[in-house]
């Protein structure tokens, strides 16, 4: 297959070249109904923004130039089928799960997985068996869980109707998959990967592996993370005969759009082309840049860098708060991805950076406020999942949550109590609390240690928890 093509994209190109009379949606007619003050901005994207018109095809019955452009992103990611998503990530983690289920089953998911593996197991009233992440002193953070842990939960619940996992971590860290893939499908349980954050593995060397080249039989990657897609253009990839195909595209169509948008899924054909094109000179460039840029860096007196799978993920373990650090670098208007308590993320692009000189002026300048900071050294954060059992269940299973009654408590009032809500830092957007787990003490100094330090929670009153009514341990 031509993999320079770009079958969706040359459509519209061909489309707009006609200067098309709209009688039709979206409101803005091609562009012509728009603010002046916007148009600048969007007008070249708004000519593309069109709805399903004669040839242009239609997502949840492709026939066209989007079943070529999805065949086109199947043969070069490996996969049997590849799906286009116009609902990021989220939208495919909800319909692998809801795809691979039904109410009640049982499913092996690692426990610091993304809020929206946690939301597709209860919208579907799956029975979560959560296995715990490693703790790897080493980069002062919860990885991956280990395969005895997997084995173990596989041994108490071999009747499991899937395993999930997560595949790089948002740090680019990765563990060896395959292992983890072999061991489920021994017992015939297919393996879900929500690698949201490792599009670019398809490239090969030096990325890892990617989870489809390891046989797993679901696969969710956001093309936008880390490939030149638009915000919210991902990939679902299938490759599997024991998970139903049919019932993917079932819950996509469900869960997705009816309208869903042209320029989006267009850019999930130019980030595919542009992937499979990629020469070894190209790649030779990027990690050249990479290097210039982890020099410019180089570890300081403020700072050292945390070494990583995926060379494009550049982490700070800083000695200050990360949150003062990374608020240095916004004021010279570097903006980096996210920052934990000790660490700040920076991503490399898929291209030679071209800023050198204004990133080496403001870790200059970074570096010599820092100067005559206090250091917070001692800020020891007490790690969200510590004394948390290797395997876990919710204290209520999601299928009984809408039968209770809810209060809001305050949190430091929350020990022993069973969570109504999720506790979500974002980013990363990984549950702290997870609805319907009963809460540890250890989870709510955590939350307090993390607000103190500026962490943002997704949540409408930090300071308090909706807790089910009568689930404290004791009387109420
Ligand atoms: C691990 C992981 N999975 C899934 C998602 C959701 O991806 P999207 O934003 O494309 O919906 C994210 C988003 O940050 C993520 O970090």
Not at 156 to 172: I, M, S
Not at 188 to 203: K, M
Not at 291 to 311: C, H, Q, T, Y
Request: aromatic share 8%; with cysteine; glycine share 6%.
């Amino acid at each position: 297959m031509d993999q320079q093509s770009t079958p969706l994209f040359q459509v519209l190109q061909q489309f707009t070249q006609h200067n098309p009379v709209s009688f039709h949606v979206p409101g803005h007619k091609n562009g012509a109904v728009f603010p002046e003050k916007a148009s600048g901005y969007y007008n070249a994207v708004l000519k593309m923004d069109m709805t399903e018109l004669t040839g242009l095809d239609d997502l949840h019955a492709p026939e066209g130039p989007i079943a070529d452009a999805e065949r086109l992103a199947a043969s070069y990611f490996q996969s049997a089928h590849t799906y286009f998503l116009v609902g990021g990530s989220t939208a495919g983690n909800l319909a692998m799960i809801m795809a691979t289920c039904s109410r009640g089953d049982k499913v092996i998911v690692q426990r610091n997985s993304h809020k929206s593996i946690m939301n597709g197991l209860e919208l579907r009233g799956a029975n979560p068996i959560f296995i715990s992440p490693a703790y790897e002193e080493s980069v002062g953070r919860f990885t991956n869980p280990e395969q005895d842990t997997l084995q173990e939960a596989l041994n108490r619940h071999p009747d499991a109707k899937a395993v999930v996992l997560t595949y790089p971590d948002y740090f680019g860290g990765t563990f060896p998959l395959k292992e983890m893939i072999d061991l489920a499908h021994y017992y015939d349980i297919p393996v879900l990967v929500d690698e949201a954050h490792g599009v670019h593995f398809s490239l090969g060397e030096p990325f890892p592996a990617s989870a489809i080249s390891l046989g797993a039989d679901v696969v969710v990657q956001s093309a936008h993370k880390m490939a030149p897609a638009m915000t919210m253009a991902s990939f679902l990839h299938h490759n599997s005969s024991m998970v139903s195909r049919e019932r993917i595209s079932h819950y996509l169509q469900l869960l997705q759009s009816s309208s869903p948008s042209y320029p989006l899924m267009a850019s999930l054909d130019i980030a595919r082309a542009f992937l499979a094109t990629m020469s070894a000179d190209k790649m030779e460039a990027v990690m050249k840049s990479v290097k210039e840029v982890k020099n410019l860096f180089e570890d300081s007196e403020n700072w050292s860098i945390i070494p990583a799978e995926d060379p494009l993920k550049i982490t700070l373990h800083v000695k200050h708060s990360a949150k003062e650090v990374a608020g240095l670098f916004e004021e010279q208007h570097i903006f980096p991805e996210l920052q934990t308590e000790k660490q700040i993320l920076f991503i490399h692009g898929l291209a030679p950076f071209r800023r050198l000189e204004t990133l080496k002026k403001a870790i200059k300048t970074v570096n010599e406020q820092l100067k005559n900071r206090q250091r917070h050294d001692t800020i020891d954060i007490v790690p969200f999942l510590t004394g948390l059992e290797s395997i876990t269940e919710l204290a209520i299973p999601y299928t009984k949550m809408d039968q209770l009654e809810t209060r809001h408590v305050p949190i430091t009032e929350a020990v022993g109590r069973i969570a109504a809500e999720a506790v979500i830092p974002y980013p990363p957007g990984i549950p702290l609390i997870l609805k319907g787990e009963r809460i540890k003490e250890k989870q709510l100094e955590h939350i307090t240690q993390l607000q103190r330090n500026g962490v943002r929670l997704q949540q409408r009153d930090p300071k308090r928890i909706a807790v089910f009514r009568g689930s404290a341990e004791g009387a109420e």
